[in-house]
């Protein structure tokens, strides 16, 4: 066995002084009253430590093709990365494009992950046609361990209309699924970008003209409209980027829906739309930041943090979508439109999370947004997002004293930056194990491919 010897461990039942004790790839013990080593038992001292159970990631994009270019992370550098930070296990899009069945989508993502991955892995599944084959083979997926499905409201190339996101949701209503959604007025975007680059506007300062609040609060509000038009369907609005948007989430709780839940990510709970302005030494910095939704006004910032620490935010995720900034991103130069969308934060979410919300979320915040939550809204709980005699042996010992600075220089997502260069961080994954293998340790890879398929119910 392996025990963890001395930390608090964060639990279902609040922060505990216990020894953990790991027997294969399962917890067997959470011990108040402590652990005796046995022969050939591996002892860590983890006193001064938060012991969590590793965190999960609920959006993110590796090894995809955005119908621009290859994400710069493979499966194998995505979940080295997340292992890094502390993060056990992600849930990525598969995506099936038009003219591929659900199940070939599911086997091509397999094809790209199984046998690479440090981390665990399981799979959402975008859904951008809606057909009878289609219909039927939700089934099919629910029963191959999909939960839980996307759809989008932008991207000509990937949107369904407002009447076949209500007969999906109808759907996965029966099939008791979730729907993740992509909220923007794609409508409106689309005429919003072909005006900006009419004025000249050609630089990353165009892309959040282009795609204002106004396009996200639409698009959430008509969702949810569907959702309680489909019977208080289950829906998870991803990514929510304003104070706009949020409101249109009130608006529909105080409706009485509750099947809503509500993700929001690390880089629009800390950075704004200044970026955009970024200049660097070659002139074109504020494409890091392209991503869509757009990074917004300080105001939104403020908004989004004082939801989250209100309890009205579920889950942080990050749509870890990565792209270089030299020879991916800069092909964009003379059209704001051509850079490929999306940003790196795989690694930094739990760091990024614990610094800049330090003194305001306290460690059983950080599990319930970061880990308990997203087992429970994707199927993975009990056997996961908690520290419990039985669960799966996915832990993370969190060092709060340690103190390091983030510098794309010495990240392991395989992109050119990251957009918390120079963050003085506060916190860090000092062992990270995944399926009882340690996996991380004080922010490096042991090189271990320890993840595994999560099918979830």
């Known amino acids: 066995m392996i025990i963890l010897k001395g930390g608090v461990c964060v639990t279902p039942e609040g922060l505990v002084r216990a020894d953990v004790a790991i027997d294969g790839d399962k917890i067997a013990r959470v011990a108040p009253e402590g652990v005796v080593p046995g022969e050939g038992d591996e002892v860590r001292d983890v006193s001064g430590c938060w012991v969590f159970p590793g965190f999960i ?23 080295r990365a997340a292992v890094c930070g502390g993060t056990t296990t992600i849930v990525d899009y598969a995506t099936a494009d038009r003219g591929v069945t659900l199940p070939e989508a599911l086997d091509e993502w397999h094809r790209r992950a199984d046998g690479t991955c440090a981390g665990n892995y399981a799979f959402h ?73 009419e004025q000249g506007i050609t630089g990353p300062e165009g892309h959040p003209l282009s795609r204002p609040a ?20 289950k829906v998870n609005v991803v990514h929510l980027s304003s104070a706009m948007g949020l ?78 900034l030299h020879g991916q991103k ?41 880990s308990e939550n997203p087992a429970k809204l994707f199927g993975m709980w009990p056997e996961k997002g908690r520290l419990a005699a039985g669960a799966d042996a996915d832990v993370c010992v969190w060092d709060p004293s340690a103190r390091w600075t983030i510098e794309a220089a010495t990240q392991h997502q395989a992109v050119d930056y990251t957009p918390w260069e120079g963050f003085e961080a506060h916190g860090r994954a000092k062992l990270v194990y995944v399926n009882g293998v340690l996996a991380a340790e004080d922010g490096e890879p042991t090189g271990a491919v320890a993840g595994r398929y999560v099918p979830r119910h």
Not at 189 to 196: H, I
Not at 215 to 224: G, I, P, T
Not at 331 to 336: D, S
Request: glycine share 8%; with cysteine.
């Open 57 to 79: 990631d609920g959006h993110t994009h590796m090894q995809c093709w955005t119908g621009m270019d290859w994400t710069a992370d493979s499966f194998e550098t995505g979940t």
């Open 125 to 197: 599944m975008a859904v951008t046609e809606w057909n009878d084959r289609n219909r039927a083979d939700l089934r099919a997926m629910r029963d191959a361990g999909v939960t839980s499905f996307k759809t989008y409201l932008a991207y000509d190339h990937l949107r369904l209309t407002d009447a076949e996101t209500l007969e999906i949701m109808e759907a996965l209503r029966d099939l008791d699924g979730v729907l993740c959604v992509h909220c923007e007025n794609g409508d409106v975007v689309n005429a919003l970008q072909r005006r900006v680059l």
């Open 214 to 233: 106004e396009a996200e609060a639409d698009a959430v509000s008509r969702l949810l409209y569907l959702a309680h038009l489909a019977g208080d369907a």
């Open 247 to 324: 409101e249109a989430v009130r608006a529909a709780k105080a409706r009485g829906q509750e099947n809503i839940f509500v993700e929001t990510c690390p880089q629009y709970l800390t950075l704004d739309d200044t970026r955009y302005l970024e200049q660097g030494e070659d002139g074109f910095a504020g494409a890091k930041y392209v991503m869509s939704p757009p990074l917004r006004k300080p105001s939104d910032v403020r908004a989004l943090r004082g939801a989250l620490l209100g309890g009205e935010i579920d889950t942080v995720a990050t749509d870890h979508c990565s792209f270089n």
């Open 330 to 370: 800069d092909r964009g130069r003379g059209a704001f439109t051509k850079i490929p969308n999306g940003g790196p934060g795989v690694e930094h979410r739990p760091v990024v999370m614990a610094t800049t919300f330090e003194g305001e979320l306290g460690p059983e915040d950080l599990c319930r947004l970061m």
